[in-house]
């Protein structure tokens, strides 16, 4: 399936507004969505998930954990582990409302980012725990770094738990010159064990952040061609989310920018996953 990132139209150029999810869900050449939880949301996620389950009909299939539980656990001060625990578990009760089968997570993020991976690995079990009691399956994603690379930190989750699932971001991985060394042999398991992919475009030098942005498909470097056909001779099965966002000073979502970029993922899809 292909997905839309609701972060993509949802942003606080128009008040993290979520009832504008359902305004737009029928222009959007989208299978479903992935539900990026802002920390906006945070003290309402029930209030949030529960219009959500009743106004939206195309599938919510992910949920992604709000950013917030990455920051806590990075910067694990005291208190910060427990409440990192307590947002995840009502993170994931409104996913259930909601329906999806999946979520997102930024074991590492911020500042104090991969600092301390024994730790970050420790809270991948304990938050993991928690997801199966829901349901739910957790994948970690190849977020940006500050003291490590994302491949290396993803081994060092995939050492502890042999059975970790992740969630792998082509703007991510390339912002740390490392997209396709996922093709590379010494990370096949690494991508065996890729079950979802975020599709977005990036253009800058390795850790340029003055770059970081996230660019639609076709605004940046990254040849999603040679991307898209290695993942074609590896049988990849997972869905795909574009999360790159479209929205005017007005906080209008450029529906028609949006929709380029999924059909562009569509055609790519087309060409090398789905022979």
């Known amino acids: 399936m292909i997905l839309?990132?609701?972060?993509?139209?949802?942003?606080?150029?128009?008040?993290?507004?979520?009832?504008?999810?359902?305004?737009?869900?029928?222009?959007?050449?989208?299978?479903?969505?992935?539900?990026?939880?802002?920390?906006?949301?945070?003290?309402?996620?029930?209030?949030?998930?529960?219009?959500?389950?009743?106004?939206?009909?195309?599938p919510f299939v992910t949920v992604h954990i709000g950013k917030r539980v990455g920051d806590l656990i990075s910067r694990n001060e005291e208190g910060d582990s427990a409440a990192a625990q307590e947002l995840f578990e009502r993170s994931c009760e409104a996913a259930v409302n909601v329906g999806a089968e999946k979520l997102v997570l930024h074991l590492w993020?911020?500042?104090?980012?991969?600092?301390?991976?024994?730790h970050c690995v420790d809270m991948y079990k304990r938050l993991r725990e928690i997801s199966e009691r829901h349901?739910?399956?957790?994948?970690?994603?190849?977020?940006?770094?500050?003291?490590?690379?994302?491949?290396?930190?993803?081994?060092?989750?995939?050492?502890?738990?042999?059975?970790?699932?992740?969630t792998f971001d082509t703007k991510m991985a390339e912002f740390h010159g490392q997209l396709m060394d996922i093709a590379l042999p010494e990370n096949r398991k690494l991508w065996e064990r890729v079950v979802h992919l975020h599709i977005n475009d990036y253009s800058g030098g390795?850790?340029?952040?003055?770059?970081?942005?996230?660019?639609?498909?076709?605004?940046g470097q990254i040849d999603f061609d040679g991307f898209f056909g290695f993942a074609g001779t590896t049988g990849y099965k997972g869905n795909l989310?574009?999360?790159?966002?479209?929205?005017?000073?007005?906080?209008?979502?450029?529906?028609?920018?949006?929709?380029?970029s999924l059909g562009r993922v569509r055609e790519l899809c087309g060409k090398y996953l789905c022979r």
């Open 4 to 58: 839309c990132s609701t972060g993509a139209f949802v942003s606080r150029a128009n008040g993290n507004d979520y009832r504008l999810i359902a305004e737009y869900e029928s222009q959007l050449d989208c299978d479903g969505f992935e539900l990026m939880l802002t920390s906006d949301w945070t003290d309402k996620l029930r209030e949030v998930s529960d219009h959500l389950a009743g106004k939206v009909r195309k």
């Open 135 to 166: 349901g739910l399956l957790l994948t970690v994603e190849n977020v940006v770094c500050n003291f490590n690379d994302p491949m290396t930190d993803m081994h060092t989750v995939l050492d502890a738990c042999p059975d970790a699932v992740f």
């Open 241 to 260: 989310t574009v999360e790159s966002t479209a929205i005017d000073k007005e906080g209008r979502p450029d529906i028609p920018k949006m929709n380029r």
């Open 109 to 118: 993020n911020g500042m104090y980012s991969d600092r301390d991976m024994p």
């Open 206 to 219: 390795v850790k340029d952040w003055s770059n970081l942005k996230t660019l639609h498909i076709g605004d």
